[in-house]
């Protein structure tokens, strides 16, 4: 793994969002919405759940992140990443069970994710940790901000 020092998994707050948005801009086929993940759109996120949201850091850089939020019943994780050099070696891991230790503090018992059908990596990664791929429901989305348009990462 890149570096010496060991990685740091702790909660995100704003004053890491320039280096979760490099590295978010950095991972081939990530997709990032114009609003909801720019400063405002994850300050928003942050201030309504200031707890959950995770970062993995090694020597002051942003290597990892999962953005987490709750409506007091369940829970969904969006943008879950590590950077490419450091998969495979746990982070993704350590990550997720910071986020639902988190969770579980707060009384929240289910997490939900989406992960793009096209995304192998990630799904395969979701199915080694045991989590359960839904064939018993449909997916449905309901515009509320045209603006708000998801650009892909090439």
Same mark, same amino acid.
């Given at each position: ?18 280096? #979760?948005? !490099?590295?978010?801009? %950095?991972?081939?086929?990530?997709? &990032?919405?114009?609003?909801? +993940?720019? /400063? ?13 949201? #995770?970062? !993995?850091?090694?020597? %002051?850089?942003?290597?990892?992140? &999962?953005?987490?939020?709750? +409506?007091? /019943? ?81």
């Amino acid at each position: 793994m890149p570096g010496t020092m060991s990685i740091i998994i702790r909660e995100m707050t704003m004053d890491d969002y320039d280096k #979760v948005y !490099a590295l978010w801009t %950095g991972i081939q086929g990530f997709g &990032i919405r114009s609003i909801d +993940d720019s /400063r405002e759109g994850v300050e928003r996120f942050l201030r309504r759940n200031p707890t959950t949201s #995770v970062v !993995a850091e090694q020597n %002051g850089r942003i290597v990892g992140s &999962i953005m987490c939020g709750h +409506d007091g /019943r369940t829970a969904c994780f969006y943008h879950v990443c590590v950077e490419k050099s450091y998969r495979k070696h746990g982070v993704g891991y350590q990550m997720v069970r910071y986020a639902v230790q988190a969770l579980r503090a707060e009384g929240i018992s289910k997490v939900t994710l989406i992960a793009f059908k096209r995304n192998e990596i990630g799904n395969a990664f979701w199915r080694s940790l045991g989590w359960t791929e839904r064939e018993d429901v449909n997916v449905y989305d309901l515009v509320l901000n045209e603006e708000n348009i998801t650009r892909f990462v090439d």
